[in-house]
């Protein structure tokens, strides 16, 4: 058994992860300017992926110095389970939800008919809505804006936010729920709708050194809540962190 679960740890690691002086765990939509923000860094290496599979793999050992991750409340359970450093843990940015379509879609309502009407026989990309944070924060806004008794036998439900991205840019499902930093990621989707702020809850990015870091993790730490770091994520289209705001 204990040889299975070590198999399994190392198989989540790659090499240059093996190698890297720092090793971050970023929420895929972070990925743009946190790939910016690593590039003046020596030895930094970023693994990207939804919040709730990064944090489950820090849970069982994966070798991460910092934990980048767009929901407070997994940071919330690595935080009691011990796995980060509480007294590092800070919001660090924001974003905004918004719906979108290929880039030569028309702009929809968030309203039954509008919805029915642009998604016609196709589905809806989103992350996962039990784990993925865009995805928890889709069925948030969904159920406020009386939609997902309708919609949600029409979601096609993926493993990151990015994943729901690239649905939408292959023209594979006509809609998707994104945060708008990932619309700015590509030509190929337009921003067609965005969600009322008030219809879910607060888009919020949280980092954190986990226990095992050292004093590079806190340096690079220290810069991504900089100034310079700081408009680095702006450039990308995050918002300041709510307690700037």
Do not use: C
């Not at 499902?173 to 921003?191: E, F, H, K, S």
Request: glycine share 6%; no cysteine; net charge negative.
């Amino acid at each position: 058994m204990m040889a299975r679960f070590f198999l399994s740890l190392l198989m989540l690691l790659s090499p240059a992860m093996l190698r890297a002086d720092v090793v971050v765990f970023a929420a895929a939509s972070l990925k743009e300017p946190v790939d910016r923000l690593a590039a003046e860094f020596d030895d930094v290496v970023v693994s990207y992926a939804g919040s709730g599979t990064l944090a489950r793999q820090t849970s069982v050992g994966a070798p991460a110095d910092l934990v980048l991750l767009a929901n407070r409340e997994w940071m919330d359970v690595l935080q009691e389970q011990g796995f980060v450093q509480a007294d590092t843990i800070a919001d660090f940015a924001s974003n905004a939800l918004v719906l979108i379509g290929p880039a030569t879609a028309a702009d929809v309502t968030l309203d039954q008919g509008g919805m029915t009407a642009a998604l016609g026989d196709g589905r809806m990309a989103v992350g996962l809505t039990g784990s993925v944070p865009a995805g928890i924060y889709a069925k948030q806004a969904l159920i406020a804006l009386d939609l997902w008794d309708t919609l949600s036998p029409k979601l096609a439900e993926v493993d990151s936010v990015r994943s729901a991205l690239t649905l939408v840019a292959r023209a594979e499902t006509p809609l998707g729920i994104v945060y708008q930093t990932d619309a700015r990621a590509t030509d190929a989707v337009r921003i067609v709708a965005r969600f009322p702020a008030n219809t879910h809850a607060p888009i919020r990015y949280t980092g954190a050194l986990t226990a095992q870091s050292d004093q590079k993790a806190a340096a690079f730490w220290d810069f991504i809540q900089s100034p310079s770091g700081q408009a680095v994520l702006a450039d990308a289209g995050f918002l300041p962190p709510m307690s700037a705001q």
